[in-house]
């Protein structure tokens, strides 16, 4: 393929603006590296609440350095996920709430923080581009 007579290369992904798109035009892999670099973060929020840090700070490490990752850009992809790709972004948010929870049950640890699930906030966010 040629764009003003120079040829362009063909990839199998890209990243553009933070969102990796591949040929396909599927998102595992755009899926894949959020949830790979979110998980670097949840082990650093592990080391966070070893050294005893109040769990309010714990999450405010969460909602600021971790959730933002799982929902960068989140109104061009949110639509097209599959469930699997819906169930690793919830294991993330799930093992952080784990974390700063001391293993309370997930719906209850989302109560107590009064934070809604990842699929709800995408839901809202989408309705609100739409226009609804």
Not at 43 to 71: C, H, N, S
Not at 73 to 99: E, G, M
Request: net charge positive.
């Amino acid at each position: 393929m040629l764009i003003a007579a120079k040829p362009v290369q063909r990839v199998t992904e890209h990243k553009l603006l933070g969102v990796t798109v591949n040929a396909t035009l599927k998102w595992d892999d755009h899926v894949n590296a959020i949830t790979s670099k979110a998980a670097k973060r949840l082990w650093f929020l592990k080391k966070l609440q070893r050294a005893g840090v109040d769990k309010q700070d714990l999450m405010y490490f969460f909602l600021t350095a971790i959730r933002p990752v799982l929902e960068y850009a989140r109104p061009a992809w949110h639509i097209s996920l599959t469930k699997q790709q819906t169930t690793s972004l919830k294991n993330i948010q799930r093992r952080a709430l784990q974390t700063i929870s001391d293993n309370v049950p997930r719906e209850e640890a989302r109560r107590l923080f009064e934070l809604t699930s990842l699929s709800d906030r995408r839901d809202v966010s989408v309705a609100n581009c739409s226009g609804s």
